[in-house]
Nanobody, 119 residues
Framework: VQLVESGGGLVQPGGSLRLSCAASGLTFSSYDMSWYRQAAGKERELVAAITSAGGSTNYADSVKGRFTISRDNAANTLYLQMNSLKPEDTAVYYC?????????????WGQGTQVTVSS
């Protein structure tokens, strides 16, 4: 299984970025997907999540109204559109895939992509 994030970089406050997570080696449409982030010296936190068919999403309070999670099951790709970025959004962003089958949990992580919000 591979989850490969891309789209990170340096952006000014108020700017936008779109992260992508390309998945391979798994049945993407069977997995609930999430974006997490980890800032320097802090614990990893959930940013946004989306169910396997894309019918339900949820967001951390800190990003509601600014970030949008979406997925394209035909393309095996997860997205995170980030608008109105703030310096406190600076972190490494990770893609996560998870499902449970017959009581067995499956949980995979990408390698992360750095997002830096700074003037």
């Amino acid at each position: 299984v591979q989850l490969v994030e891309s789209g990170g970089g340096l952006v000014q406050p108020g700017g936008s970025l779109r992260l992508s997570c390309a998945a391979s080696g798994l049945t993407f449409s069977s997995y609930d997907m999430s974006w997490y982030r980890q800032a320097a010296g802090k614990e990893r936190e959930l940013v946004a999540a989306i169910t396997s068919a894309g019918g339900s999403t949820n967001y951390a309070d800190s990003v509601k109204g600014r970030f949008t999670i979406s997925r394209d099951n035909a393309a095996n790709t997860l997205y995170l559109q980030m608008n109105s970025l703030k310096p406190e959004d600076t972190a490494v962003y990770y893609c996560n895939a998870r499902r449970r089958s017959l009581g067995v949990p499956y949980n995979y992580w990408g390698q992360g992509t750095q997002v830096t919000v700074s003037s």
